[in-house]
């Protein structure tokens, strides 16, 4: 059974840092592009970053840029999510997403989805 699960969300000021966490199971890790996507009240998901399976690629939604950081873990089977200078427009749900590659994660097609984690940011 596929499942990835996500962990380290919580609320914090504006400025503050998270870091998200995603545990994946049921597949093979390493074959998987993996990323972090978002969703706010009453807005469509978006993407926030995606890693390659080597780590040669990684990418960013323009607004994250120097901000956020994402990594990944083959060993542990997980990917992470370091966010830093957190804005107010930065709260929603953040989902962990395996796809099969970087730019398709990009397009949000992706092959498994975690459950989310939630993310406040308050002024």
């Known amino acids: 059974q596929v499942r990835l699960v996500e962990s380290g969300g919580g609320s914090v000021q504006t400025g503050g840092s998270l870091r998200l966490s995603c545990a994946a199971s049921?597949?093979?890790?390493?074959?998987?592009?993996m990323g972090w996507v978002r969703q706010a009240p009453g807005k469509e998901r978006e993407f926030v970053a995606a890693?390659?399976?080597?780590?040669?690629?990684?990418d960013y939604a323009d607004s994250e840029w120097g901000r956020f950081t994402i990594s990944r873990d083959n060993a542990k089977n997980t990917v992470y999510l370091e966010m830093n200078s957190l804005k107010p427009e930065d709260a929603a749900v953040y989902y962990c997403?395996?796809?099969?590659?970087?730019?398709?994660?990009?397009?949000?097609?992706?092959?498994?989805w975690g459950q989310g984690t939630q993310v406040t940011v308050s002024s």
């Open positions: 890693i390659s399976q080597s780590d040669g690629e990684i």
């Open positions: 049921g597949f093979t890790f390493s074959y998987y592009a």
């Open positions: 997403a395996a796809a099969s590659v970087v730019r398709v994660l990009r397009r949000k097609q992706v092959t498994y």
